[in-house]
């Protein structure tokens, strides 16, 4: 047996050498058997990323970092009873991650027992594996691993990463302005088995994401700001990004700055707008766990699946082979398999994301999904594609509103929020923008919000609603360029603070 396990050793240091995930897998299936072996039930999950990092403040380049990291999650069941732990060992450091299993087998038993819980279920299984040809970098897919790795994003020089804000203030040069933000990159990993199947299923994907602030200096300190996401450097466009700014900051520098009374308003929400206030509405409607504890906007005695909640022209669906999806993962990190999802269809709500094993057992209901590696897309509809034809679209006094700041939920039950406008809100009328205006103040309701849209751009982009906490984790909502909603509760502008 010793014998036989030092051949598989060597095995997977030799696989290691060809690919990083295929070694993984292999090394997660030794260990799912040593469990097997010993008659452990449990799971063991892996995550990897390698992230490189450029923050950029006051036109000074403040940070230039790259990093690696990767961790194992296990968990042990045993009837009622359950503990977890985690550790980092290096790929072939076998004998540490058994000997680890072992110390948590042996604190198992003195786990409390939880009358609710149900026995592990078997993670989903691929028929074959898929990864990239390191001849040729293509994608090998079949079943349901999954490996979208750009190798110009994996192998890439901060460089590229600095010259973006050095192109911009170039660009900006004759002016007086500050620039910051932050350029992030890398490769996101993770691998999943339990010791009721035989194979792993795992995920790689690469991610890049961008957020630049102009500070306008000569006005006031005034800000703009630009962002962009991509799961390969093709994608990534910083002309594009500084024509952007470009065109904000004549409008800007261009209009009077303006105050408007509190009050009802049409606005037309730019998608980074618009990606927010749906990401937080899948927080308090989506979300199986916020629906079962009360802790969201649907209450059990007046809210079902396949009820009307919102606009017919609202449509919100998770789907892992839509190609419209940036990072569309085919296998959750809890090992299921995720389906085609439908979750709002024409305003009415189609399914709930139930991802947690602990609450579906508490509740008795069915682990239906990975919510933390969805990726949603908001349907398109018929209205304008451009920002030229969205400014002529209005005609009565409309708000623009690219980005809410510091958002917030005031009455969750209710599925009230607020936030403010900021980075370049202005007044459209007659077909052309007539005034940028103070930082506005939003409090109003979701009910009231995703009732009165009255068009949705037919352009998609992707906004990114990852962060920079704990390892990498690329997520973006795909979402109409612009969303106009009517009613929209102003509730005040930060003019008092100058």
């Known amino acids: 047996m010793q014998t036989q396990d030092k051949a598989q050793d060597k095995v997977i240091r030799s696989a290691a050498k060809k690919s990083t995930m295929q070694s993984v897998k292999m090394q997660l299936e030794q260990i799912n058997q040593f469990m097997q072996a010993q008659g452990i039930t449990g799971s063991v999950a892996y995550e990897q990323e390698t992230s490189h990092m450029v923050r950029c403040g006051r036109s000074q380049i403040s940070l230039n970092v790259s990093e690696q990291g990767e961790k194992y999650f296990i968990e042990l069941q045993q009837g009622k009873q359950k503990v977890a732990g985690s550790t980092t060992a290096q790929i072939d450091e076998l004998d540490k991650l058994k ?11 003195f786990m409390p027992e939880v009358a609710h819980r149900r026995p592990m279920m078997p993670i989903a299984q691929a028929t074959l594996d898929n990864h990239v040809d390191s001849t040729t970098d293509k994608t090998l897919t079949n079943g349901l691993d999954k490996c979208k790795v750009d190798p110009a994003l994996a192998n890439l020089d901060s460089k590229r990463l600095v010259d973006l804000f050095k ?9 007086n302005v500050e620039i910051s933000g932050a350029f992030s990159a890398g490769i996101q990993r993770y691998a999943v088995i339990n010791t009721l199947v035989e194979k792993a299923l795992s995920y790689e994907g690469s991610d890049y994401n961008v957020e630049m602030v102009l500070q306008l200096l000569d006005h006031d300190k005034k800000e703009l700001r630009v962002s962009d996401v991509g799961h390969a450097l093709n994608q990534f466009d910083s002309e594009k990004l500084i ?22 308003y049409d606005v037309i929400f730019y998608a980074d707008a618009f990606a927010d206030l749906t990401n937080y509405m899948g927080y308090l409607t989506l979300y199986g766990e916020s629906y079962e504890y009360g802790m969201g906007m649907l209450q059990k005695d007046k809210h079902k699946v396949g009820n009307k909640l919102f606009s017919d022209k609202l449509s919100i669906v998770d789907d892992p082979e839509d190609t419209d999806i940036l990072f569309n993962r085919p296998v959750g990190r809890n090992g299921i398999k995720r389906p085609h999802f439908p979750l709002i269809s024409e305003g009415v709500l189609n399914n709930l994301f139930y991802s947690e094993k602990e609450d579906c057992d508490r509740f008795n209901v069915a682990l239906n999904n990975d919510a933390n590696v969805a990726g949603m897309k908001v349907q398109t509809g018929t209205g304008p594609a451009t920002f030229d ?88 909502i795909a979402c109409p360029l612009f969303v106009k909603v009517n009613k929209v509760k102003i509730t005040g502008s930060n003019k008092q603070n100058g």
């Open 99 to 109: 000997t680890f299993v072992l110390s948590l087998n042996e604190k198992l038993v």
């Open 167 to 175: 192109q911009c203030a170039e660009y900006f040069k004759n002016e």
């Open 243 to 264: 024509k952007h700014l470009a065109k904000m900051y004549q409008i800007k520098t261009q209009t009077p700055r303006q105050e408007i009374t509190p009050g009802e």
């Open 389 to 476: 034809e969205m400014v002529k679209s209005c005609v009565k006094p409309t708000l623009f509103i690219p980005y809410i700041h510091y958002m917030n939920f005031t009455n969750a039950a209710k599925g009230e929020f607020t936030g403010t406008s900021r980075f370049g809100t202005f007044l459209i009328e007659q077909g052309a923008i007539k005034a940028h205006l103070y930082n506005q103040r939003i409090n109003d309701s979701y009910h009231n919000t995703f009732n009165n849209i009255e068009w949705l751009s037919s352009t998609l982009t992707h906004i990114n609603t990852s962060n920079t906490y704990g390892m990498r984790n690329a997520a973006s």
